[in-house]
């Protein structure tokens, strides 16, 4: 089982990060064989074709030379995935939102790379707090656009943060052993 974590995150260190490190210590533990994609770094959809682009008919981008390529292929090998990121302005972090607006439209639908997949979805509005519903739902449309299965969703802020992350490591735990989101445990 191949367990693939997406990564909005900037940063190296802090609340994320360490949900994160459970994520990949559930999923590890649970059996899978574990990878970390960070998308912070790609550039955003040109939006070409007068909006519909080319990726439409052909599943890649055409400006994919910058990484979303090789990120596009790590999305297709991959089993199983994490989606987490920090919450920032009450959504997902702007680097992991670009590359679900190019993925999206490479991806779409039922015969897309994600369709079918469990992903566990984790937000950490590590402020006030605000915001962490939105962030999942925005995330949670990502999913209902390309097909993909939601195992869970988990928000952790700063003061749950103690049993949030005995979550994340549980889900992704439960997640690699084989568990599927609709069983009764
Ligand atoms: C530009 C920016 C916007 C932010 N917006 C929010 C927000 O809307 N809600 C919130 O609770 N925290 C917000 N934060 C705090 C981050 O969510 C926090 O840094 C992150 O959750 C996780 O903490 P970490 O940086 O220790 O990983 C924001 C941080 C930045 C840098």
């Not at 008919?57 to 991959?78: K, L, M, N, P, T």
């Not at 509005?125 to 097909?147: A, I, K, S, Y």
């Amino acid at each position: 089982m191949n367990y693939l974590v997406i990564s909005g995150n900037p940063k190296r260190a802090g609340l994320c990060f360490s949900l994160m490190e459970e994520v990949l210590r559930g999923a590890r533990e649970g059996g899978a064989s574990v990878e970390v994609l960070t998308v912070e770094k790609l550039e955003r959809c040109h939006v070409c074709g007068d909006g519909w682009g080319s990726c439409r008919e052909r599943h890649s981008c055409a400006f994919g030379a910058d990484g979303f390529d090789a990120a596009q292929e790590a999305v297709r090998a991959a089993d199983q995935f994490c989606f987490i990121t920090p919450v920032y302005w009450w959504e997902m972090a702007e680097g992991l939102k670009s590359f679900f607006d190019r993925l999206r439209r490479c991806e779409f639908g039922e015969h897309g790379a994600l369709s079918g997949k469990q992903v566990l979805l984790v937000a950490s509005p590590g402020g006030t707090g605000n915001g962490m519903l939105n962030c999942l739902e925005q995330m949670d449309r990502f999913c209902r656009h390309t097909g993909a299965v939601i195992f869970d969703y988990i928000g952790a802020n700063r003061w749950n943060h103690d049993y949030k992350r005995r979550a994340v490591y549980a889900a992704a735990r439960a997640m690699a052993e084989g568990r599927r989101a609709g069983e009764t445990v």
